[in-house]
T-cell receptor
Framework: DAGITQSPRHKVTETGTPVTLRCHQT?????MYWYRQDPGHGLRLIHY???????DKGEVSDGYSVSRSKTEDFLLTLESATSSQTSVYFC????????????FGPGTRLTVT | GQQLNQSPQSMFIQEGEDVSMNCTSS?????WLWYKQEPGEGPVLLIA?????ELTSNGRLTAQFGITRKDSFLNISASIPSDVGIYFC?????????????FGKGTKLTVNP
């Protein structure tokens, strides 16, 4: 298994509070991704990173920001959580060899009340 | 944007039966990936296909890269209860940056003992 961990694994928070999710990898892969998974929508890309301090938006980036100050860590921040951001969040990594395989972390279940 | 259509959406089978599912697109893909996701876990990469016509096996799983490059198939032989999960196909986005993947919405497999 690829060395990917996510923290926390579960979180309940209130509307309007800031939340940060962390993804940590031990594979030294260049690319890191944040997805959300919701019933009926499948996996949707929020943001991704193609190197330290290099990030770009995905298809559902509104309300989310990311940061990558080290190769191994990719943070996803909800500046002011809303109930529509209740979801399961997955981090994924991919190497820089030209292949497009992505390896996923175990996920974080976030509930915004 | 690009879309991947998976069918069937769900399957209910008896243990020991063979399973077939497919993934189609209106556009060409140059890589096909098949993932399995079990409840409460992240998707796990099962098989990667890189060449039209390629047939690749992983234990009881066999996947094929369609000749037209617009489809892929996954077969599971002699199903067992631990095959339960959601199976996703994915491929690199050739319209918006191939470092991103396009995902199908999954085929949910239930195996009755």
């Amino acid at each position: 298994d690829a060395g990917i961990t996510q923290s926390p694994r579960h979180k309940v928070t209130e509307t309007g509070t800031p939340v940060t999710l962390r993804c940590h990898q031990t594979e030294n892969h260049r690319y890191m991704y944040w997805y959300r998974q919701d019933p009926g929508h499948g996996l949707r890309l929020i943001h991704y990173s193609y190197g330290v301090k290099d990030t770009d938006k995905g298809e559902v980036s509104d309300g989310y920001s990311v940061s990558r100050s080290k190769t191994e860590d990719f943070l996803l921040t909800l500046e002011s959580a809303t109930s529509s951001q209740t979801s399961v969040y997955f981090c994924a990594i991919s190497d820089n060899r030209g292949l497009r395989e992505q390896y996923f972390g175990p996920g974080t279940r976030l509930t915004v009340t | 944007g690009q879309q991947l259509n998976q069918s069937p959406q769900s399957m209910f089978i008896q243990e020991g039966e063979d399973v077939s599912m497919n993934c189609t697109s209106s556009s060409i893909f140059n890589t096909w990936l098949w993932y399995k996701q079990e409840p409460g876990e992240g998707p796990v990469l099962l098989i990667a296909l890189y060449k039209a016509g390629e047939l690749t096996s992983n234990g009881r799983l066999t996947a094929q890269f369609g000749i037209t490059r617009k489809d892929s198939f996954l077969n599971i032989s002699a199903s067992i209860p631990s095959d339960v999960g959601i199976y996703f196909c994915a491929g690199p986005n050739t319209q918006g940056g191939s470092e991103k993947l396009v995902f199908g919405k999954g085929t949910k497999l239930t195996v009755n003992p």
